[in-house]
């Protein structure tokens, strides 16, 4: 297994409107994407930059991850993205590494990825995605 790209940064925001105005007029970079995934209880917003994303996700009511994330802990970075070829084979070659997945099983992202995730405390205190693309 190898992670070929850093797919995106996962920035948790409490405005998501508010955040992308920002992006736009301080740094240039322009929405590609928006779409509430349900299965994470988040809307996001993907914006373009190079070969990789900025991932802006604010949660779309008060339960789950990343409003408890921002209950807790503030805006700011939340997650770190890798893509993989492969997510079976990732998820498969992380079991035998004995890695503390959160996902033992792919799911649902946007866009048609599909996505897991790797527990900060399994390495380096960095929440990892995997997301695998669809193949067109
Ligand atoms: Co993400």
């Known amino acids: 297994m190898k992670a070929y790209n850093l797919d995106h940064v996962g920035i948790a925001v409490r405005d998501l409107d508010a955040a992308l105005a920002g992006y736009r007029t301080r740094y240039g970079i322009e929405v590609l994407h ?51 070829l492969d997510l079976e084979v990732a998820l498969a070659h992380l079991k035998t590494e004995g890695s503390r997945l959160i996902d033992r099983e792919p799911r649902r992202g946007g866009r048609g990825t599909r996505i897991a995730f790797v527990h900060p405390s399994d390495l380096s205190g960095t929440l990892i995605e995997l997301v695998e693309h669809a193949t067109s």
């Open 34 to 84: 928006r779409e509430v995934v349900t299965d994470q209880g988040v809307e996001e917003a993907m914006l373009a930059l190079g070969g990789s994303y900025v991932q802006l996700i604010t949660p779309v009511g008060p339960e789950g991850p990343v409003a408890r994330f921002l209950d807790k802990r503030g805006e700011g970075l939340h997650h770190v993205a890798f893509a993989v």
